[in-house]
């Protein structure tokens, strides 16, 4: 059984980047695909973009392309999602999921709240 | 792109059935696999169907997929409705490029 485990709560300023991070156990990380998805207050889920440790191929969702950067420590198991230029439409719970065939999302994180405030 | 459009809100009656709707915006409905997520409030996602109409180890039978092509659409069908299935439910699909989430459905047990 896998688990993923995010790291904690950011609090950040407008314009400041941050870099949330997703450590897989039960599991090699290298062994299948992770996303990041995340939900504004009240809102939907919304794909962020993924990557395949093994191979480091990555894909973004055009909506966060220049602006989101995903990777993957195989050694520790981990992948990290760094997002820049902060504004408070960025405020959300982000999410890790490990895919499974690349179509769905069978485990995923605990989240991490980001608070873009002033 | 294409998108997803779940209804917003649907409620029914302990005991009872209830039927989800997710229409695509545009390219076939059966070109690619239709997920669906429950999530409670405060919690993760967990998946209830996946590949259209899979389940995983562990969710009820009461729980069921499906795919229309002549509507474009998938379907999330919940029968005998249990207090616990109050949630929101989204799809999921993808594309070559990426993957979508449905609108989302919040379902009330009256």
Redesign the interface.
Known sequence: QVQLVQSGAEVKKPGSSVKVSCKASGDTLSSYAI?W?RQAPGQ????MG?IIPISGTV?Y??KFQGRVTITADKSTSTSYMALTSLTSEDTAMY?C?KM??G????Y????TLVTVSS | ?FMLTQPHSVSESPGKTVTISCTRSSGSIDS??V?W?Q?RPGS????LI??DNQR?SGVPDRFSGSIDSSSNSASLTISGLKAEDEADY?C?S?DS????????TKVTVL
Not at chain 1, 108 to 111: S, T
Not at chain 2, 97 to 104: K, L
Request: charged share 5%; aromatic share 24%; proline share 4%.
């Open positions: 996303s998805v939907g889920l919304e794909w993924g894909a969702a055009q999410y999921a499974l065939s179509t769905w999302f069978d995923w994180g605990q989240g | 792109n690619n696999y997920q997520y999530q993760s996602p967990t998946t996946y590949e995983p989204y999921q993808y490029s990426s993957h979508v989430f449905g609108t989302g």
